[in-house]
């Protein structure tokens, strides 16, 4: 039996791998900015704050989306 999501699994996946990834490259170049003093410090922390917060529940959403998903039966996945 194959486990599918209450929406479609893969595009949620996705989805949360994009909004991640462009979570830390905000932070990673916010950071940066810091470091060389373009951005203080009060700036570095609201954004990495708010980057943690954004992907900590895009990542708690595909989770729960894959909870609420039905079991198929093997059989109805290959007719795909």
């Not at 916010?30 to 470091?35: F, G």
């Not at 894959?66 to 996945?77: I, Q």
Request: overall charge positive.
């Amino acid at each position: 039996m194959r486990k599918r999501g209450f929406l479609n699994p893969g595009l949620i996946w996705r989805l949360a791998f994009w909004t991640i990834s462009v979570c830390l490259l905000v932070a990673v170049a916010a950071s940066i900015l810091a470091i060389w003093q373009f951005a203080g410090t009060d700036a570095l922390w609201r954004t990495v704050a708010t980057c943690v917060v954004i992907g900590s529940g895009t990542l708690t959403f595909s989770w729960v989306n894959g909870l609420f998903g039905t079991d198929e039966p093997a059989d109805s996945a290959i007719k795909r």
